[in-house]
């Protein structure tokens, strides 16, 4: 199992340009988040998924979108990136929801910096 | 909300004892416990659930207090592999899809 695993690991981009993180996970996992950190801001959670076909807003979802095609997969879109959104992107999956056993698994982050 | 933790940072000797402490505002249902190392990814460590059970995971245990909304983990006999950013993760229902982190607590140990 290679469990959570995100493309690309690092990306540079100019102000205004777009692109596209990818998630994917191995493990049959219903739920699927997209988290920035940033230094001193811990974990700010940007959209979630509770299964295929499903997104949904978390606390700080301006400037990004997000897809949901096939359950492995979860898309995190910059349409016009700002130097606002250079941070690191972490992709996390869990099998069921929060509130019981389960837990949140993350991949290996990405690092984004925008010019 | 976002949890508070409390310290910012730590810095320990080999084999001191450490307690890092996670408080809400909000009524909990769940604290989830991660460590991050410089440059990867967190890593899962515990949760705790509403009941105030105490769990335990080799020489690093927590709490949950209900009546206080706060999570405590604590770190005995310290090793050099126990450094890094300790996050909690706080949900607040049975039916939580989402957990809010804190601002995390940096533990150094040192030789």
């Known amino acids: 199992n290679a469990g959570v695993t995100q493309t690309p690991k690092f990306r540079v981009l100019k102000t205004g340009q777009s692109m596209t993180l990818l998630c994917a996970q191995d493990?049959?996992?219903?739920?699927m988040y997209w988290y920035r950190q940033d230094p001193g801001m811990g974990l700010r959670l940007i959209h979630y998924?509770?299964?295929?076909?499903?997104?949904a807003k978390g606390e700080v979802p301006d400037g990004y979108n997000v897809s949901r095609l096939k359950k492995q997969n979860f898309l995190l879109g910059l349409e016009s990136a700002a130097p606002s959104q250079t941070s690191v992107y972490f992709c996390a999956s869990s099998y069921s929801k929060v509130g019981t056993t389960d837990t949140q698994y993350f991949g290996p982050g990405t690092r984004l910096t925008v010019l | 909300q976002q949890p508070v933790q409390s310290p910012q940072a730590v810095i320990l000797r080999e084999g001191e004892d450490a307690v890092i402490n996670c408080s809400s505002s909000?009524?909990?249902?769940?604290v989830h416990w991660y460590r991050q190392k410089h440059g990867e990814a967190p890593v899962f460590l515990m949760i705790l659930l509403k009941g105030g059970e105490q769990k335990g995971h080799e020489k690093i245990s927590a709490s949950f207090n209900e009546k206080k909304q706060q999570s405590s983990l604590y770190l005995t006999a310290s090793q050099l592999s126990y450094s890094g950013t300790y996050f909690c993760g706080t949900g607040t229902g049975a039916g939580s899809y989402q957990l809010t982190f804190g601002k995390g607590t940096k533990l150094s140990v040192i030789p």
């Open positions: 909000k009524a909990l249902y769940s």
């Open positions: 493990m049959n996992h219903e739920y």
């Open positions: 998924s509770v299964g295929e076909g499903t997104t």
